[in-house]
């Protein structure tokens, strides 16, 4: 197929995963030139293509202040604070919803939570996944979304507590036509690309059981999951005609993280429902990062590849073909 067929009765739905703009602590040195404007810009074009378009907010959105936090393990310990004005990079971006449910909201405090919610909401974003606010109802285009996001960490929506999620999404069930459903989960790095059906421990935490949860949350209502979390990217799936992104691994991280090889794939997945959520088809736009650089299309496709790979191998059974071009389908045979 060359491109859409949109029409009335279906919707788009794209997903990206981690997004830092740049920290402004504990210096200026970790911001990028322009305010940021630039870091979305080779891809704004197709982040703005579709009926909602989500991220997931690494660190917070506060100019100063707030309580940086402390780790057990200081190896792995890491704080991101980017500006309030940096927010507006998201909305000429073209997204419209945040997820705010990792282990970086926090990262100063109950001062920074706000401010991010804060900031958000000033320029219509919306945002769920903490506590204070775990799910946010909106509409686009005259259809009605729900959305949730969850996460192992203090002040989130906790990925772990399966009742309180189911509960959650049952209740925008009610409320919405779609409910999207984000969750940072699972171990990280290049050793973790696999969905393995467990519970997942890393650095003494339990990050979750990423199969158990999307199933679950589509069980109680979900119409497409959206996963990020490992730093890398996982296979996607389709579940009782429900799309699940497994990992969406880092999109648009300005210094603080690794994006050298794997780390750097930053693919866009953009997901056609129809009117209840029921999946009609998908594409993978193979993002790519390089070194507080913005993100931008990869001519190698080389995230195309990998979730494709991770895909036949994690979900043989899925009856999914992702062709050369990213194009996500169930099979006919």
């Known amino acids: ?43 704004s074009a197709i982040l703005s293509a579709a009926d909602v378009t989500m991220g997931n907010l690494e660190g917070v959105l506060l100019d100063q202040g707030g309580t940086p936090k402390t780790c057990k393990n200081p190896d792995v310990c890491y704080v991101f604070r980017s500006p309030e004005g940096y927010a507006k990079n998201l909305l000429e971006a073209g997204f419209d919803v945040m997820s705010l449910a990792n282990n ?10 706000k401010s991010s919610m804060k900031t958000l909401d000033a320029l219509g974003i919306a945002h769920a996944g903490l506590v204070s606010k775990p ?8 259809v009605t979304y729900g959305f949730t996001a969850f ?3 203090s ?14 999404v049952a209740q925008l069930d009610s409320l919405a036509d779609i409910v999207i459903v984000s969750f940072h989960g699972g171990a990280e790095g290049p050793t973790h690309q696999h969905v393995t059906r467990k519970n997942e421990i890393f650095y003494g935490e339990n990050r979750g059981n990423v199969y158990e949860f999307a199933h679950k949350m589509i069980d109680a209502g ?16 389709v579940y009782k005609d429900r799309f699940i992104a497994y990992s969406l691994g880092n999109f648009m991280t300005y210094g603080g993280i690794n994006v050298s090889g794997i780390n750097g794939y930053a693919p866009i997945v953009k997901v056609v429902t129809d009117l209840h959520g029921t999946f009609r088809q998908a594409r993978i736009y193979p ?43 169930k099979s006919t045979k």
């Not at 790519?288 to 931008?296: L, N, Y």
């Not at 990998?306 to 043989?316: G, N």
């Open 1 to 43: 197929m060359a491109g859409w067929s949109q029409t009335r009765d279906t919707v788009t739905i794209i997903g990206v995963g981690d997004i830092m703009m740049g920290s402004n602590y504990p210096n200026i040195s970790g911001l990028p030139p322009n305010e940021g404007a630039d870091l979305f810009k080779e891809v």
């Open 135 to 142: 799910y946010a109802v909106f509409q686009k285009n005259g």
């Open 155 to 168: 002040g989130c929506n906790n990925i772990n507590d399966l009742a309180m999620a189911r509960k959650i």
């Open 222 to 237: 979900a119409d497409v999951v959206f996963g990020h979390g490992p730093h890398v990217v996982r296979a996607v799936e």
């Open 151 to 153: 996460a192992p960490n």
């Open 104 to 113: 970086h909201a926090g990262d100063f405090g109950e001062v920074g939570r």
């Open 287 to 329: 993002g790519i990062q390089s070194f507080r650089a913005p993100v931008k299309i990869d001519p190698q496709k080389a995230a195309l590849w990998k979730i494709k790979q991770l895909t036949e191998q994690d979900f043989p059974q899925s009856g999914l073909t992702i062709d050369e071009n990213g194009w996500v389908k």
